[in-house]
């Protein structure tokens, strides 16, 4: 079975500073992607960032970056310079190439970015 | 307009009675997906389809029954409504290509409350 967990289930940052939100999955596949998404109070679904797992170097999108460790199977969303509206539900989630219809999500880490 | 739209927004209900949430999309997408949201749980994969007159089921797929005579719409129906499907529901969509890529496009969501 695949699963992701995400072991934060809340977590505050400061205005400015930087914070890291971790995640853990499990596939016995070799050829996978890897996502975070956000979800602002809005409840809309916004992808963050995108990893191909046979891609050694980590993703970065502006101040997003993530921590791709492919044999610990971790996928860490950094963020910095956090702003207010960065406020959200971050989901990690991961698709195969064998389950092509299927993304499977972690639980969820609610962000607080406080002024 | 363009996209992929949900509707109704919200909705109450009460236990036994149908209910049908409807999605729309307008891209052309081959595939189309059902999740349902709870707290703790992240977003669990109902039913999807690969193409129209094509579904499968998901992970949580009891109670529930999709169909889809159209490319564009994946209407998502309850057929007898417990209090257990008190959730809020996304539709997403992907075009094939998007397979690579492995990005899911999610509607806003319908808040479902079965009282």
């Known amino acids: 079975a695949q699963t992701v967990t995400q072991s934060q289930p809340e977590m505050s940052v400061q205005e400015a500073e930087t914070v890291t939100l971790s995640c853990t999955y499990d596939t016995s596949e070799n050829n996978y992607y890897l996502f975070w998404y956000k979800q602002p109070p809005s409840r809309q679904m916004i992808l963050v960032i995108r990893q191909e797992a046979y891609k050694q170097q980590n993703a970065t999108e502006n101040r997003f970056s993530v921590n791709f460790q492919k044999a610990a199977k971790s996928f860490s969303l950094k963020i910095s310079d956090s702003q207010l509206g960065d406020t959200a539900m971050y989901f990690c989630a991961f698709i195969t190439n064998n389950a092509g219809n299927m993304l499977t999500f972690g639980g969820g880490t609610r962000l607080m970015v406080k002024p | ?115």
């Open chain 2, 1 to 115: 307009d363009a996209g992929i739209t949900q509707s109704p927004r919200y909705k109450i209900t009460e236990t036994g009675r149908q209910v049908t949430l409807m999605c729309h999309q307008t891209w052309s997408h081959s595939y189309m997906f059902w999740y349902r949201q709870d707290l703790g749980h992240g977003l669990r994969l109902i039913y999807y389809s690969a193409a129209a007159d094509i579904t499968d089921k998901g992970e949580v797929s009891d109670g529930y029954v999709v169909s889809r005579s159209k490319t564009e719409n994946f209407p998502l129906t309850l057929e007898s409504a417990t209090r257990s499907q008190t959730s809020v529901y996304f539709c997403a969509s992907r075009g094939i290509r998007d397979i690579l890529l492995g990005e899911q496009y999610f509607g806003p969501g319908t808040r479902l409350t079965v009282t």
